[in-house]
Every structure is written in structure tokens, then in C-alpha cells.
């Protein structure tokens, strides 16, 4: 199985980014669907963006499309979403999540096998 470690969050104002960065021990990225997915204070873990497993499709959110950008770097084995034009509204926990290459749904937390711890991101107005 695969072990996924977050990093890069924290405190940033409106209209600035991020990157964070989703490093993959145990086996390689590539074997699985992956996805980001975000939890605010008081709410349900929700979607952000995900990547098949051969790269051929990405998916995102409405909310972040056009300001997030998924990608792997399958040398370094390691996730990153890129966030631009961030608002306060993207304030969260961002999770990475890897699926087996069974699942069909990338966009339902269920449909996600292996999590990481999170990391905090905090967007000020």
C-alpha cells in the first residue's frame, strides 16, 4: 500500500498561491487514481481536483476551476495542486488521496483507499 505526506500549506492573503506537495512512499503514484480533497471547520470533506491514473484525465471542482491546477511528477513520486487567485473561501485542511485503478467515481471521498494527514491552509481577506 502507499503512504501520502502533505506539505506546503499555510497563511497567505487574497489573490496570492500555494503549492502543496503530496510525497508517495511504498509504491510508486502511478499505480493509483489521485485526488485532492479539502475540509473546512464545521464541514463535510469536499472535492478539489483529481488525476486518472494515467494521466489522461483531470477533474475539478467548479468552485477552484480555472484558479487549481493537479499534477504529478512521477520521478519524484509526488502530488502537487498548484492554487492561484486563492479567497477566503479556500481556507482548509487539504487532503491528498490515492484510489486503486478499480474505482470508476474520482470525485466521491468513498471512492479514495489511502489518505493523507492534511495540511492547513489559511487564505485572509
Known amino acids: 500500500q502507499v503512504q501520502l505526506v502533505e506539505s506546503g500549506g499555510g497563511l497567505v492573503q487574497t489573490g496570492g498561491s500555494l503549492r502543496l506537495s503530496c510525497a508517495a512512499s511504498?509504491?510508486?503514484?502511478?499505480?493509483?487514481?489521485v485526488g485532492w480533497f479539502r475540509q473546512a471547520p464545521g464541514k463535510e470533506r469536499e472535492f478539489v481536483a483529481a488525476l486518472s491514473r494515467l494521466g489522461a484525465s483531470t477533474y475539478y471542482a467548479d468552485s477552484v476551476k480555472g484558479r487549481f491546477t493537479i499534477s504529478r511528477d512521477n520521478a519524484k513520486n509526488t502530488l502537487y495542486l498548484q492554487m492561484n487567485s486563492l479567497k477566503p473561501d479556500d481556507t482548509a485542511v487539504y487532503y491528498c488521496a490515492a484510489a486503486n485503478p478499480a474505482t470508476v467515481v474520482l470525485t466521491r471521498t468513498n471512492g479514495y483507499d489511502y489518505w493523507g494527514q492534511g495540511t492547513q491552509v489559511t487564505v485572509s481577506s
Open positions: 511504498g509504491r510508486t503514484l502511478s499505480s493509483y487514481h
